[in-house]
Structures are given as C-alpha cells and as structure tokens.
C-alpha cells in the first residue's frame, strides 16, 4: 500500500498561530456580547431612566471601543500589515 504524502497534508499550526486564532476568535465574541449589552443598556436607559443603566451603557461602549480596536490589529494582521497601521477603513477618520 502506497500513501501519498503530498495528498495527506495537514497544517500544523504553531502554539503562537493556535494562540492567536483562539484570542481572535474570543475577541470577535466579546464585541457580539458588547454590542448586545450596548443595546440591552441603552433600551433599559431610555424606558426606564435608570442611571446604572446609563454608567453600564458607558462602560459596555468603551470595552466595545477596545475590542473593535484589537479587531483592526487583527485586520492588519491578515492583510499584512504593521501592527501600528491604521487599517484601511480607519484612514483619513476621526472617531471620539
């Protein structure tokens, strides 16, 4: 019997590629979970005018802030790009 083991090939990854899929992907959740909890907030804030409300609503739009900016380091990752690049879609913006 005869294996071919061009046909066979699988790709190992490395402990840093491993890690990095993993982190990307539990980066890629969190914003899903953010987003959710910035809406969720944002709801109980304007029926209900209740002030936790308002501070959880801050505090889920920075952590969503941060992750979507750890989600263009991973952009410019892909792309090839320096980690200190801004990605394409932010050039020439301003966001505050």
């Given amino acids: 019997m005869c294996f071919n083991r061009s046909r066979r090939k699988r790709k190992i990854m ?8 993993e982190f990307e992907a539990w980066v890629n959740t ?8 910035v809406e969720e907030s944002r709801r109980v ?9 308002a501070d959880a609503y801050i505090r889920y739009e ?7 900016f750890i989600q263009g380091k991973f ?3 892909h792309a090839g790009k320096g980690f200190h690049d801004l990605p394409d ?3 020439g913006q301003r966001h505050y």
Avoid: C, W
């Avoid at 920075?62 to 979507?68: E, I, V």
């Fill in 14 to 21: 490395t402990k840093e590629q491993e890690f990095l899929k």
């Fill in 89 to 91: 879609e932010l050039f």
């Fill in 62 to 68: 920075s952590k969503l802030d941060a992750y979507r």
């Fill in 30 to 37: 969190q914003v899903m979970v953010n987003e959710m909890a």
């Fill in 45 to 53: 804030l304007e029926e209900d005018k209740d002030e936790r409300a």
């Fill in 75 to 77: 952009a410019n990752y």
